[in-house]
């Protein structure tokens, strides 16, 4: 573990911190924290930074109520940046954009970004904007039995699949399995936040009863 006085800070005293969504990766800001912000920041654990418009420090949220948790702060190999891992209560810009970095500047025509957030998002608008001829609509429509239905049929698959020990087949139908339990999720209001916070639940449990056996 790091100590601050290993990290280097620039001639004005700041070292850049790439803040990070903790459970989808994205990039929200980049901001800028001197000795004190960040030893505030490691006290309270949450982010404070240091204005460079205003010359003082900005604890964020201290306004806005969109503050951000610190999971983790990670340095870089030359130690003079940071990535600060958050969970943050609402946006991350103050345009009210869940990050600042909206604004796309080129895109590749053959490598698209995609994330589980994304298809998240995607099934909720099929939801709450049914579009014809989309499937994802359609079991909507039909409701939470088939929808029921879909993810048993295709969990059998996966288990088919996966007997046959064929690693392909066995990862399409993964990919079936995990979109139809996305559509079962969007359907009952369950975000993907919330089932990730019972799995980190369950890790923090499985390491203390390693510690226990330990003793």
């Not at 796309?104 to 909720?124: A, C, G, H, M, N």
């Amino acid at each position: 573990m790091l100590n601050i006085d290993e990290l280097k800070f620039d001639e004005r005293g700041l070292i850049p911190a790439v803040v990070q969504d903790w459970r989808s990766g994205e990039v929200l800001t980049l901001a800028y924290m001197n000795r004190e912000s960040l030893e505030i920041s490691l006290r309270e654990g949450r982010t404070c930074f240091w204005s460079r418009s205003r010359q003082e420090l900005w604890r964020k949220g201290e306004t806005s109520g969109n503050t951000q948790e610190i999971v983790d702060i990670i340095a870089d190999c030359d130690r003079d940046s940071l990535v600060v891992k958050v969970k943050k209560a609402g946006p991350a810009c103050h345009l009210g954009n869940e990050s600042c970095f909206v604004d796309r500047v080129w895109e590749s025509d053959t490598l698209r970004d995609f994330s589980p957030d994304q298809l998240y998002k995607l099934i909720q608008g099929r939801q709450t904007d049914p579009k014809e001829g989309s499937y994802t609509s359609y079991l909507f429509d039909k409701g939470i039995d088939k929808i029921l239905k879909k993810v048993g049929e295709e969990t059998t698959e996966v288990i088919v699949a996966g007997k046959g020990g064929e690693k392909d087949e066995t990862v399409y139908e993964i990919a079936d399995l995990y979109y139809h339990v996305m559509v079962l999720m969007v359907q009952m209001g369950i975000t993907p936040e919330e089932v990730l916070s019972e799995l980190a639940k369950r890790h923090v449990i499985d390491k203390k009863v390693k510690q226990e056996k330990m003793v």
